[in-house]
């Protein structure tokens, strides 16, 4: 039998398989059903571009942008950290495209993210400076934002394994 994902809300691994869709039974929280844009698209077609920003204005940022045009996607990757400007292009087709998209929404759950992740204030120091923020993009009308400062979703380390990815080809020019 294949594992059942952790719960993307609260990260139990107390998940069941419930038709087409999962169910925690830890936070009642039901996930995993496959997110439409605004017109009914399935997600995985709908999203035409996604922009990934991590870092801060002070020690600088890893910025990645994807956009569709013609059935390709053209990315773009720029490194501002330790004032610095690293910039590299490139382009993924159109199976790559649809399969980045796949593994975002149907292996990491996108579309059941928290639009926004900030630190349990417990009174302990915040550890870093770790701002960043993640836009996807169906159309100029209908964009879904996520963000957080020092705390993260579920998956985040599936996610920035992805982008870690983009951000690797920087050094390789």
């Known amino acids: 039998m294949k594992d059942l994902p952790v719960c993307p809300l609260c990260g139990s691994s107390n998940t069941i398989k ?3 869709f999962y169910h925690c ?3 009642l929280s039901d996930f995993g059903r496959q997110p439409k844009a605004d017109d009914g698209t399935p997600m995985i077609e709908a999203v035409k571009g996604l922009r990934f920003k991590y870092g801060d204005i002070s020690t600088g940022s890893i910025r990645e942008r994807f956009n569709e045009e013609g059935g390709v996607c053209l990315y773009e990757i720029t490194d ?8 590299v292009n490139g382009v993924l087709t159109p199976e790559e495209w649809k399969g980045l998209k796949a593994k975002l929404i149907e292996e990491l759950f996108l579309g059941d993210w928290s639009k926004n992740y900030i630190p349990i204030n417990d009174g302990r120091a915040v550890q870093g400076n770790n701002a960043w923020s993640l836009d996807v993009v169906v159309s100029d009308d209908e964009t879904y934002s996520f963000s957080g400062f020092d705390a993260f979703p579920i998956y985040w380390d599936e996610f920035y394994q992805i982008v ?8 390789e020019l």
């Not at 501002?80 to 910039?87: A, F, Y």
Request: charged share 25%.
């Open 80 to 87: 501002t950290n330790g004032g610095n400007l690293n910039k």
């Open 164 to 171: 870690d990815s983009f951000a690797a080809k920087l050094g």
């Open 18 to 20: 419930v038709k087409d």
């Open 25 to 27: 039974n830890d936070c």
